[in-house]
């Protein structure tokens, strides 16, 4: 029988008012930080540690603090970062399309408060399921229980989250403020306008970072559909078709003014953008659909049991132990009624057809409830960084957008692909959120929470994360751009996620897209999915899960190539660990100060960048160089630095208690 580490019959503070206020700050920080990374790299990270460990320092100032208390702060503040993942991934597509000028706040706040809280709402009947029946494993979840169960410590070990946000900050002032260097080292060279040769790796610590906290086989699948794109489909694009006929083709799609003075960087960039990232489009079509197929029984588990769930009604309070009160079933219905009316609303401004809007609202609650329990069941099986939230997004957006196609035909594209992509982003900001807050909640369960506090405070941490993201959204787009370079704005946030999913939807709708590249890159998808079930049937500890390959396919290699080097580096400690015989206990800590140090460069590069944006909005120009300044080798040497400071402080926090 499982034993919390707090008792049930120990009443503890936990929903307190300054738990409510720091784990609403920290809500709306973190998930600003994660929009603005994600919006830059097409990749966000869980924020269930750090929050642990800020909140852990903050509440050391109180004498009476505990640490469910602490629990509750982290519960709020991976809501907001998780709540940011679901928004950036979907929303700025209709920015992107030109369906919306800027974000709407009414309409972005209302999507993402609505599809957070189904989120938590449909993950309550899942709770008892997943956690205390299935026993499933949750290990985001669990890590964060250790590390507050370490509590005691947090005051040496938030040294490190600092640290790490304090380098990464600096170093994205001197790189995009003070432009002291360039932010990417890029080669290319064009061998007789045929052979294509390219490199180029982005000097973002963040994102080297994100490939250290995966881990080295998921950053080697994002690297090997980078090599997929750049090393492989792009030379034989160019050599089948001809330099002359590829040039002529991107003067017509808009990317060069004349063939001539072409260099060959500025070359792989346009026929990218153009045509070959379609290959990652096509391969998370495929990757959506497989995850659909094989996670067949997961789904059928989890909504069976959330059904069960439903229909079993209300707990007995006065004899149901305080670690296993849930926010009422009824409350639970009300709740879910109350989210679908304004979200009907807003597809009927943009459907315009009642029957047609209230079809969609029933699909995209039963697609919500659907993916949530998949996001769920995956973030018990293999943790929430690993979930394929992008792949069952697109799966909505996909199915809807060919079922408004159905209902409403063609005349209006703009309008099908915009609510096919609403209907998509209450589902994504739904998924999001369910995989997050089961990891919180396993927490709790790890520890002796109380869920329904914790469910309490993941709402409240929805709701804080969505007012502020449509402002921190509209500043980026002012000072940064979103998606579609312009003469202001000529390298903006790439914004990949929302770029791919607008690419699905506009192209249902009639869009001019490269179907036949498309169809390579399903093909790519089907290939690397049959390659991962052969490495399961002869239990490869090395597997290939195609969305991981299908984003390495559709990011600029500059991204992927940073994501892999930090792969690397986790690799390298992991073996020197093994190699000098390092206790696990001992390994575990050094890894939590790894983490630690990672997400401070991630968050601390991503504020910085916030607030870079809104030192632009006022006029004020901080360059002190053209980007040139110390030469190509700067970048590239204060990086190499940063990951030595890395690799020697976790040695270090391997021979030392944190």
Same mark, same amino acid.
């Given at each position: 029988?499982?034993?919390?580490?707090?008792?049930?019959?120990?009443?503890?503070?936990?929903?307190?008012?300054?738990?409510?206020?720091?784990?609403?700050?920290?809500?709306?920080?973190?998930?600003?930080?994660?929009?603005?990374?994600?919006?830059?790299?097409?990749?966000?990270?869980?924020?269930?540690?750090?929050?642990?460990?800020?909140?852990?320092?903050?509440?050391?100032?109180?004498?009476?603090?505990?640490?469910?208390?602490?629990?509750?702060?982290?519960?709020?503040?991976?809501?907001?970062?998780?709540?940011?993942?679901?928004?950036?991934?979907?929303?700025?597509?209709?920015?992107?399309?030109?369906?919306?000028?800027?974000?709407?706040?009414?309409?972005?706040?209302?999507?993402?408060?609505?599809?957070?809280?189904?989120?938590?709402?449909?993950?309550?009947?899942?709770?008892?399921?997943?956690?205390?029946?299935?026993?499933?494993?949750?290990?985001?979840?669990?890590?964060?229980?250790?590390?507050?169960?370490?509590?005691?410590?947090?005051?040496?070990?938030?040294?490190?989250?600092?640290?790490?946000?304090?380098?990464?900050?600096?170093?994205?002032?001197?790189?995009?403020?003070?432009?002291?260097?360039?932010?990417?080292?890029?080669?290319?060279?064009?061998?007789?306008?045929?052979?294509?040769?390219?490199?180029?790796?982005?000097?973002?610590?963040?994102?080297?970072?994100?490939?250290?906290?995966?881990?080295?086989?998921?950053?080697?699948?994002?690297?090997?559909?980078?090599?997929?794109?750049?090393?492989?489909?792009?030379?034989?694009?160019?050599?089948?078709?001809?330099?002359?006929?590829?040039?002529?083709?991107?003067?017509?799609?808009?990317?060069?003014?004349?063939?001539?003075?072409?260099?060959?960087?500025?070359?792989?960039?346009?026929?990218?953008?153009?045509?070959?990232?379609?290959?990652?489009?096509?391969?998370?079509?495929?990757?959506?659909?497989?995850?659909?197929?094989?996670?067949?029984?997961?789904?059928?588990?989890?909504?069976?049991?959330?059904?069960?769930?439903?229909?079993?009604?209300?707990?007995?309070?006065?004899?149901?132990?305080?670690?296993?009160?849930?926010?009422?079933?009824?409350?639970?219905?009300?709740?879910?009624?109350?989210?679908?009316?304004?979200?009907?609303?807003?597809?009927?401004?943009?459907?315009?057809?009642?029957?047609?809007?209230?079809?969609?609202?029933?699909?995209?609650?039963?697609?919500?409830?659907?993916?949530?329990?998949?996001?769920?069941?995956?973030?018990?099986?293999?943790?929430?960084?690993?979930?394929?939230?992008?792949?069952?997004?697109?799966?909505?957006?996909?199915?809807?957008?060919?079922?408004?196609?159905?209902?409403?035909?063609?005349?209006?594209?703009?309008?099908?692909?915009?609510?096919?992509?609403?209907?998509?982003?209450?589902?994504?900001?739904?998924?999001?959120?369910?995989?997050?807050?089961?990891?919180?909640?396993?927490?709790?369960?790890?520890?002796?929470?109380?869920?329904?506090?914790?469910?309490?405070?993941?709402?409240?941490?929805?709701?804080?994360?969505? @007012? /502020? =993201? !449509?402002?921190? *959204?509209?500043?980026?787009? $002012?000072?940064? +751009? #979103?998606?579609?370079?312009?003469?202001?704005?000529?390298?903006?946030?790439?914004?990949?996620?929302?770029?791919?999913?607008?690419?699905?939807?506009?192209?249902?709708?009639?869009?001019?897209?490269?179907?036949?590249?498309?169809?390579?890159?399903?093909?790519?998808?089907?290939?690397?999915?049959?390659?991962?079930?052969?490495?399961?049937?002869?239990?490869?500890?090395?597997?290939?899960?195609?969305?991981?390959?299908?984003?390495?396919?559709?990011?600029?290699?500059?991204?992927?190539?940073?994501?892999?080097?930090?792969?690397?580096?986790?690799?390298?400690?992991?073996?020197?660990?093994?190699?000098?015989?390092?206790?696990?206990?001992?390994?575990?800590?050094?890894?939590?100060?790894? @983490? /630690? =140090? !990672?997400?401070? *460069?991630?968050?601390?590069? $991503?504020?910085? +960048? #916030?607030?870079?944006?809104?030192?632009?909005?006022?006029?004020?120009?901080?360059?002190?160089?053209?980007?040139?300044?110390?030469?190509?080798?700067?970048?590239?040497?204060?990086?190499?630095?940063?990951?030595?400071?890395?690799?020697?402080?976790?040695?270090?926090?391997?021979?030392?208690?944190?």
């Amino acid at each position: 029988m499982h034993k919390p580490y707090i008792s049930p019959e120990t009443k503890l503070n936990e929903l307190t008012f300054r738990s409510i206020i720091i784990g609403a700050l920290l809500s709306v920080v973190l998930g600003a930080a994660n929009a603005y990374f994600g919006l830059f790299s097409g990749l966000t990270v869980s924020a269930s540690i750090p929050a642990a460990v800020i909140s852990m320092a903050i509440l050391k100032a109180f004498k009476n603090s505990n640490i469910l208390e602490n629990n509750m702060v982290q519960t709020a503040a991976s809501a907001g970062e998780s709540l940011a993942a679901g928004v950036i991934f979907t929303i700025p597509a209709l920015v992107i399309m030109g369906y919306w000028e800027e974000f709407n706040y009414i309409e972005t706040t209302l999507i993402s408060i609505c599809g957070g809280v189904l989120g938590v709402l449909f993950t309550i009947p899942l709770r008892n399921a997943l956690i205390v029946k299935e026993k499933l494993m949750f290990p985001e979840g669990v890590a964060t229980a250790e590390v507050l169960k370490t509590g005691q410590t947090g005051g040496k070990s938030v040294k490190y989250l600092i640290y790490g946000s304090l380098i990464g900050g600096l170093f994205k002032l001197g790189t995009e403020a003070l432009k002291l260097w360039g932010g990417v080292y890029e080669k290319a060279a064009l061998v007789n306008q045929k052979a294509y040769l390219y490199f180029s790796l982005n000097l973002s610590p963040a994102l080297v970072a994100v490939g250290y906290i995966v881990g080295l086989n998921i950053a080697t699948l994002v690297f090997l559909g980078g090599v997929i794109t750049w090393w492989v489909a792009m030379p034989a694009y160019l050599s089948f078709n001809g330099y002359a006929q590829v040039a002529a083709e991107l003067v017509e799609a808009g990317k060069f003014v004349s063939v001539d003075g072409i260099s060959p960087e500025a070359l792989g960039g346009a026929l990218w953008s153009a045509k070959m990232r379609y290959l990652g489009v096509g391969a998370m079509i495929v990757g959506g659909l497989w995850a659909l197929i094989s996670l067949k029984s997961a789904l059928t588990t989890a909504f069976t049991s959330g059904v069960k769930a439903f229909k079993a009604g209300a707990q007995n309070v006065s004899e149901t132990l305080r670690t296993e009160l849930d926010t009422p079933m009824s409350w639970v219905l009300m709740g879910i009624g109350i989210m679908i009316v304004p979200v009907f609303f807003i597809y009927l401004t943009i459907i315009q057809d009642v029957p047609v809007t209230l079809f969609m609202a029933l699909i995209m609650v039963l697609a919500g409830f659907l993916f949530s329990a998949v996001a769920g069941y995956m973030a018990g099986l293999v943790g929430s960084s690993n979930n394929p939230i992008s792949g069952v997004t697109i799966a909505t957006i996909l199915s809807t957008a060919l079922l408004l196609l159905l209902l409403m035909g063609s005349s209006d594209p703009s309008r099908g692909a915009a609510g096919a992509i609403l209907v998509g982003a209450v589902v994504c900001c739904a998924a999001a959120i369910a995989g997050d807050n089961m990891q919180d909640l396993k927490a709790g369960y790890v520890l002796g929470a109380t869920p329904r506090n914790q469910q309490v405070m993941q709402m409240i941490g929805v709701v804080a994360g969505a @007012l /502020l =993201i !449509a402002p921190v *959204l509209n500043l980026l787009l $002012a000072s940064k +751009g #979103i998606g579609n370079p312009t003469a202001e704005h000529p390298n903006p946030l790439a914004a990949p996620q929302a770029t791919l999913m607008m690419s699905v939807a506009t192209g249902i709708f009639g869009g001019k897209l490269p179907w036949t590249i498309i169809s390579v890159g399903g093909g790519i998808g089907a290939l690397i999915i049959i390659a991962d079930q052969y490495l399961k049937k002869i239990g490869s500890n090395f597997r290939m899960p195609v969305l991981a390959v299908a984003v390495g396919l559709y990011l600029p290699f500059e991204l992927d190539s940073s994501i892999f080097v930090g792969g690397v580096i986790a690799w390298m400690l992991d073996r020197s660990f093994k190699r000098n015989n390092i206790s696990s206990e001992n390994a575990d800590r050094a890894s939590n100060a790894g @983490l /630690l =140090i !990672a997400s401070g *460069l991630i968050t601390g590069e $991503a504020l910085m +960048g #916030i607030m870079i944006a809104l030192i632009a909005t006022f006029g004020l120009d901080l360059e002190l160089s053209d980007g040139t300044f110390g030469g190509s080798l700067l970048g590239p040497g204060l990086l190499f630095l940063i990951l030595v400071y890395l690799y020697r402080s976790v040695v270090k926090a391997s021979k030392d208690k944190l």
